[in-house]
């Protein structure tokens, strides 16, 4: 067979592992979620994972996708052997499928594989590099992947409120920035949902203002890809986004890929931020060619697996239909937040509204009366099987207004946090929902939150200060028994 062939019919065999699977099928595509895990007491119950935000669980589809294709995994862009080609072709299949979900054009856009959405922000931060007169404006709700490859350019980087009620963007700051700093803003940096809140900034109002002012814009649609559907618009539409970043970990793609597109002009006559094997057509010992994009861009070894993950979740994501995908987690969002609001000693952040009428994601922070943060986590953890995220999600600006913390509070927790210390100090709990998460997981975690809240711990927790986390005093579970090497 022609290795033409061998790649169509691989494709071919991943595209139909992804066809048919929809919203209501969905949850038996993805791997571990029966997984019995043992809770303090010795007990088994079916883990539950409210951690989406942080990493989803990956699919079944992309596990044997991946089995498949490593029949024929070899060097990319390397070899002359048919594996080498194969896995060239296949890896650039991917780019095609990534480009058409966001919307790329790749006459005008470059579509890089990354490590992940940390990569690709410090990357277009990188390229973009503006003068030293210029500003860049982003915003106080950033993960700090998008804020600080920022500070790192030598030029202004001033930031836009939120309104710590509800945790949404103030667009009146927003304008009044781009109306004070009219002429200089380089660039405009926004988050397409918060990790913290799963507000949803108005993109595409904020583009427009951005190419008003003569600026770029730059998305960091971590959390916004694997939740909503997204186009990057024409080169001409003045509420096109010119960059986004995003990692595939958080998408159900696991194997550590990421990916940054924007326009092609934009990295084509600069050096590469990274440079080595893969990223030239001719080296002397005093001169450079680069390749052309996307492979300048892309140095040494491709991560051909993680970038075939990607294009295999596509393919579900798109099975499934992004907009049946956003339902199903509106409907998680509504029922949590009708009950979590009702929880005597809970306390909520961000948008509250039980009917959601204000699109969000599926993302709820909180707090206890009293208990901690950190002691919450792990109650949740040990006494529930419940796997939930709690500190300050790498968005420590966005938290702190939130929390109403003052500069005098904060200058002893930046000490604390300094010194590693991420359960004692002030941050929260977080649930996070994905598309696999069922209405019954939901109601388990609020009547596990109901009865710690009414009745506390069962067990006794004490402080593990090497690794800065609440453990039961007596614990029966040895981490080290259940790792895989
Ligand atoms: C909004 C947002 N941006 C960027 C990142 C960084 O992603 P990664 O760690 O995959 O680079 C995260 C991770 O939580 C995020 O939530």
């Known amino acids: ?39 303090y007491d010795g007990r088994q119950v079916t883990y539950v994972n409210l ?34 080609q194969i896995s060239t072709h296949a890896f650039e299949r991917c780019r095609e499928v990534v480009a058409d ?13 990354t490590q992940n959405a940390t990569h690709a922000l410090n990357k277009v931060a990188m390229h973009l590099a503006p003068q030293p007169d210029k500003v860049i404006l982003t915003t106080v709700m950033e993960h700090h992947s998008n804020m600080l490859p920022w500070r790192k350019l030598g030029c202004e980087v001033h930031y836009v409120r939120v309104d710590p009620a509800t945790g949404q963007l103030d667009m009146a700051d927003l304008e009044d920035h781009v109306r004070r700093y009219a002429g200089r803003i380089a660039v405009v940096a926004v988050t397409g949902a918060s990790n913290v809140t799963g507000v949803l900034p108005p993109i595409r109002r904020i583009a427009r203002l951005a190419h008003e002012a003569g600026a770029q814009m730059v998305l960091d649609a971590t959390q ?12 001409d539409d003045p509420e096109r986004i010119d960059f986004v970043a995003f990692s595939g970990h958080k998408m159900y793609a696991p194997f550590g890929a990421g990916v940054l597109a924007g326009p092609q002009a934009a990295f084509e006559d600069r050096d590469p931020d990274y440079v080595g094997g893969g990223t030239v057509k001719a080296v002397t010992m005093d001169d450079v060619h680069w390749a052309p994009l996307p492979e300048k861009e892309e140095a040494g070894t491709p991560n051909v697996l993680g970038c075939l993950a990607i294009g295999c979740v596509i393919k579900v994501l798109e099975s499934i239909g992004m907009d049946n995908l956003a339902e199903h987690e509106r409907a998680l969002t509504r029922r949590a937040i009708e009950k979590l609001r009702r929880i005597e000693g809970l306390t909520l952040y961000g948008l509250a509204d039980p009917e959601v009428r204000e699109d969000r994601l599926g993302v709820i922070t909180m707090n206890a009366r009293d208990l901690s943060h950190g002691k919450l986590a792990a109650i949740l953890g040990n006494e529930w099987g419940l796997g939930v995220r709690n ?54 975690a609020v009547e596990a939150l109901q009865a710690v809240l009414a009745h506390g711990p069962r067990a006794t927790y004490i402080l593990d200060r090497q690794h800065m986390e609440y453990v039961p005093e007596t614990p029966t579970v040895c981490i080290h028994d259940l790792l895989p090497i």
Not at 101 to 113: E, P, Q, R
Not at 224 to 235: C, D, E, N, T, V
């Open 51 to 84: 951690d989406n935000a942080a990493t989803t669980p990956p699919l079944e589809s992309v596990l044997k996708c991946s089995q498949m294709f490593l029949e024929w995994y070899g060097s990319v862009h390397r070899g002359s052997g048919l594996k080498a």
């Open 101 to 113: 979900f966001i919307g790329a054009d790749l006459a005008y856009h470059t579509v890089i594989f």
């Open 1 to 39: 067979m022609a290795f033409q062939d061998e790649v169509a019919d691989l494709c071919q065999a991943c595209c139909d592992l992804a066809k048919g699977i929809t919203i209501q099928t969905v949850r038996k595509a993805v791997v571990g979620v029966e997984r019995k895990v043992p809770l």
């Open 224 to 235: 916004l890809i694997p939740h909503r559907s997204f186009k990057m618009g024409a080169p």
């Open 391 to 444: 500190g300050c999600f790498c968005a420590q600006p966005y938290v702190r207004e939130l929390l109403g913390i003052t500069d005098a509070q904060m200058r002893g927790i930046v000490e604390r946090l300094a010194a590693g210390d991420h359960a004692t100090v002030p941050g929260m709990l977080r649930l996070s929902f994905g598309v696999y998460n069922t209405p019954d997981e939901v109601d388990y």
